[in-house]
């Protein structure tokens, strides 16, 4: 499975690890309906270091989609709020 | 996680859908890729702009801050600790604004860095992706072009949507600061801070000169006391006289100071 991690690049992740990862992701989605900033900022960067640590960087000219794309480290709770609208942050 | 993925592939299905032929689809986006590095780039120059001036503005406030603690110094010796304190505590909120400003300078140190290592990727990933485009385009057949260019599409559309979206980051982090950074400048140029050319004088640098200029004038006004005692025939003399050598002989006697100068 390939994770994108915004702002630094794709990594390749064992499809076994979607476990661990998932209820981290629960986690994740549950701090960010209920506004806990601390929270969310702190299960995002523990989710990302498991990304980081389990995944296998993609080389730079790969040009694989990914199968999950996960907020940056700064993210602000609401620009993955607007991530999740229909219209998105993301521009074209 | 599911929902976040299927945002950037939702976009780059949409813009194949659009396209009757989907080879042209391939030499647009590769333009827009194109202007998307050429943005990215500009990016990082823009970013790298602001953090040299956020290094002189640093610089600038440094150089202040230890002014002002020498004239606190100056004060406190020539007894004017409410002058002292003043310094000190104009000092003190300079500093403030110094960590305020090392904080910034690291994160657009940061940001920097990113939008390097962005347009790294981005550029290795045009690369790839116009050797496949050409690819396509020469062994073109409609069956399998819907879906070899679709492949292509998302992968490159995904990085362009996140290369995008960094940019847009480092653009709204860099007007925040040059906001700033150009209050500070209105600042330093006010007088409130001064300024390194020591063109505008501050008010503490103007009392510390006003009291050591009074020092001076006692020193003076003493030395032309000790001068007239000295013998009032001899300056007399000098004054009708006029001249230098006068004067000079007379000196050694009564102000040995006067002769060092």
Known sequence: MIVRIMGEGQVR????????????????????????????????????????ELGEPLPDDSLEPS?????????????????????????? | MKRMGMIFRAKANKALDRAEDPRETLDYSYQKQL????????????????????????????????????????????????????ALSRRSALQQQVTDLE????????EEEKLTL??????????????????IKAT??????????GEAFSGISEEMGDVGLAIQRAEDKTAQLQARAGAIDELLASGALDDQSGMHKDD????????????????????MKAELAGGSSASQQA???????????????????????
């Open chain 2, 103 to 110: 904080t910034q300078h690291s994160t657009l140190q940061g």
């Open chain 2, 35 to 86: 202007e998307l590095l050429q943005k990215v780039r500009r990016g990082v120059a823009d970013v790298a702009t602001s953090r040299k001036r956020l290094e002189l503005q640093l610089n600038q406030l440094q150089s202040q801050s230890s002014k002002l603690e020498d004239q606190g110094r100056k004060a406190l010796a020539l007894g004017r600790e409410d002058l002292a304190r003043e």
């Open chain 1, 13 to 52: 992740l064992a499809d076994s690890h979607l476990a661990d990862l998932n209820k981290l992701d629960d986690e994740l989605l549950a701090e960010m309906e209920n506004g806990d900033g601390p929270g969310f900022r702190r299960t995002l960067h523990a989710l990302l270091a498991k990304v980081r």
């Open chain 2, 239 to 261: 004054i009708e006289g006029g001249t230098g050598q006068s004067q000079s002989q007379q000196q050694p006697q009564d102000t040995p100071r006067f002769d060092k100068q």
């Open chain 2, 204 to 223: 503490i640098q103007a009392e510390l000169d006003r009291l050591s200029g009074g020092t001076d004038v006692e020193l003076e006004l003493q030395r």
């Open chain 1, 67 to 92: 199968e999950l794309i996960l907020p940056s480290p700064d993210a602000t709770l609401q620009e993955v709020r607007d991530l999740l609208s229909d219209d998105g942050l993301i521009p074209g």
């Open chain 2, 118 to 135: 962005a347009a790294q990727r981005l550029q290795a990933k045009v690369d790839a992706f116009r050797t496949k485009k050409e690819t």
């Open chain 2, 140 to 149: 073109y057949t409609a069956a399998q072009a819907q879906t070899r260019i």
